[in-house]
T-cell receptor, first 118, second 111 residues
Framework: DAGVIQSPRHEVTEMGQEVTLRCKPI?????LFWYRQTMMRGLELLIY????????DSGMPEDRFSAKMPNASFSTLKIQPSEPRDSAVYFC????????????????FGEGSRLTVL | DQQVKQNSPSLSVQEGRISILNCDYT??????FLWYKKYPAEGPTFLIS?????DKNEDGRFTVFLNKSAKHLSLHIVPSQPGDSAVYFC??????????FGAGTRLTVKP
């Protein structure tokens, strides 16, 4: 398997523009996560899905952020309109279902999408 | 809210010595704890984990210790090698199936 695939790897855009980040999880994984990494806060959980259904989006900063998972092999994180403070590395991760009905605990991360908003 | 805290942003050790990375958590519902390692321009990769029913888990040079009463865990690397230089993230998971990460500690192992 190719692992979690994210695109684009780098995005530079101007304030006010719409940004769409994409993620293809590992085939067979039931959970998908979007994280944001910043120097100040480290890795922040934005939202996660289980079987394509959003479970917890309490980490999404504000209404400018939205995430979708239309099918088991694709998810998007959209920022509209983007602002300079959204500049960060955005990671997508996936994991499989554990024996207890939850995660195994191990997340597999993509290489991240570095977003710069000017 | 930072439910998982890594209070040391950086740590520098000499090659061959022990590296100890610390992590504290506030949520008593966490029942599974993990350490991830991250190199520049790459995603974090899983390193080692521990269930709340244990107090120690060892994998080669890496050992994780869990002190539930203190809500504290630590990662020991011995002996440390220059290739261990990376950012280490502590993470915790509750039965609710999400995972929370700390801010990370940058480890530098000097030859």
């Amino acid at each position: 398997d190719a692992g979690v695939i994210q695109s684009p790897r780098h995005e530079v855009t101007e304030m006010g523009q719409e940004v769409t980040l994409r993620c293809k999880p590992i085939s067979g994984h039931d959970y998908l996560f979007w994280y944001r990494q910043t120097m100040m806060r480290g890795l922040e959980l934005l939202i996660y899905f289980n079987n394509n259904v959003p479970i917890d989006d309490s980490g999404m900063p504000e209404d400018r952020f939205s995430a979708k998972m239309p099918n088991a092999s694709f998810s998007t994180l959209k920022i509209q309109p983007s602002e300079p403070r959204d500049s960060a590395v955005y990671f997508c991760a996936s994991s499989s279902r554990g024996l207890a009905g939850g995660m195994t605990g191990e997340l597999f991360f993509g290489e991240g999408s570095r977003l710069t908003v000017l | 809210d930072q439910q998982v805290k890594q209070n040391s942003p950086s740590l520098s050790v000499q090659e061959g010595r022990i590296s100890i990375l610390n992590c504290d958590y506030t949520n008593s519902m966490f029942d599974y704890f993990l350490w991830y390692k991250k190199y520049p321009a790459e995603g974090p990769t899983f390193l080692i984990s521990i269930s709340s029913i244990k107090d120690k888990n060892e994998d080669g040079r890496f050992t994780v210790f869990l002190n539930k009463s203190a809500k504290h865990l630590s990662l020991h690397i011995v002996p440390s090698q220059p290739g261990d230089s990376a950012v280490y993230f502590c993470a915790a998971s509750a039965y609710a199936n999400d995972m929370r990460f700390g801010a990370g500690t940058r480890l530098t192992v000097k030859p």
